[in-house]
């Protein structure tokens, strides 16, 4: 068994080396290995995760492979997420259904990647426990899946090979995107802000940006193949270019620049509250930046976040919505929240409610604290009950939501531009899509606007979504 095991510890290490720019290209021995061939992707985890799946899909397409919807796929691949134990426990359930597949059809080739692949202790309870696996490759050679397959394809060794460190930074990768008119579009890699809670530094390796001609050349791509939006993706995307030794080049440079590039709509996720700056907020006023703004503050206590090490405080947070709505009037502002932090007491927790009191947010992902091991904060102790954790999730559960919905009644009456997906799930006869806000929209209109953006009046503001009819 070719075996290369991942080790939190050495992930944890930041070297000095240079990111390389390797240009991806298809070895033609792999080239039609995969015809008359199926394969399926199973997605957990954050956009990345669905950026790298999209990657993955176009490899397996230029091999010959073709996409099916269902598990009984010659090539399964499961994306895995290790950002709370939740993810983790989806991902095994997944895993266990497929044991029988796999037996059924030993030809099968499951392979596991994503993030969970990054840490050990996955790799030693898939041996032990569940063995209907066959490729484990990490975060960092998802560029490899050719060499990978074609191996499985040739032995009967299983095969597994994570990299701890980085790799380069890998250029003109195939896509497959789910949409054709919204594209994800990475900018950066990894993450150093080693937020104590937090594995993702671990599984993503030290912060890269990708050169901004890169990021130009395939926006500009994207707009001649009719795309509207793009959202920008890295964990602090406002740590972009910093790691540049050559240039002076930062985020704000690379939103104006791509502002330039004519495409309609220009989103971007995730912000990090220390990093967001003043040039950034005068860039989001331009037109296609969308006036959104994700920016992440899991806690609103000093104490807390000095333990999460976020190296902003309640009051600097504070005064950058301030300036961030003073520069953009009417910006949405959406947050991440994490409950019952070890040592959040209950002042700590009335610390956070009133900060989103004083933000006004118009959603938020909440969650519960989830220990993660190999993380600063595992070995931090903790005596708040699940019980507690659930008591003061649903508290900042009934605000959010009040938020949202005042969020939404300020379009009441109003006319927004919605970017149409598709039609809505629960009634083919209503058309639904994202505002300029990032509201979502269902509304009376003509089938033909699928795909562009059109004006839609709004008649109703209910909590998750608005209500409206299209206009001329
Ligand atoms: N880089 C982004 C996203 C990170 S993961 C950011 O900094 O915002 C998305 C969210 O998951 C985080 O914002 C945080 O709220 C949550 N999260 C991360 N680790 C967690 C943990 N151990 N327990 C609970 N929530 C966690
Ligand atoms: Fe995790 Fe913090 Fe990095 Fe976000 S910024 S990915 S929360 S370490
Ligand atoms: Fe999950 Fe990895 Fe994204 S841990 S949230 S898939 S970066």
Redesign the pocket.
Known sequence: MDYNKPDLLKARKRTGSETLNIDFKLDEKYIGIGSDKTYHIITFG?QGNEADSEVMAGILELMGFKNIDGEQADVLIINTCA??ENAEDRFYGTLGRLKGLKQKNNDMIICICGCMAQEEKTITKLLDKYPQFDLVFGTHNIHMLPKYIYKKMNTESRVIEVFSKEGDIIEKLPHLRVSNKKAWVNIMFG?D?F?T????PYTRGKERSRRPQNIIEEVKDLVKKGYLEVTLL???VNAYGKDFTDIDYTFSNLLNDLSATGIKRIRF????PRDLDEATMIAMQKENVMPHL?L?V?SGSNSVLKKMNRKYTHEEYIEKIKRLKELNPGISITT???VAFPTETIEDFNETLRLCDEVEYEGA?T??????EG?P?AKYPTDITLEEAHRRLDILHDKINAGYLKGNKRFEGTVVKVLVDGTSKNDPNTLCGYSEHNKLVNFKGKKESIGTIVNVKITEAKTWFLIGEQVE
């Open positions: 954050c950002v709370r993450c802000e937020c809670y937090c594995i993702v890295g964990q602090n996720t995730t912000s990090h994700h992440p899991q991440d929240i994490i992902f969650f519960i604290y989830s220990k993660r993380t904060a």
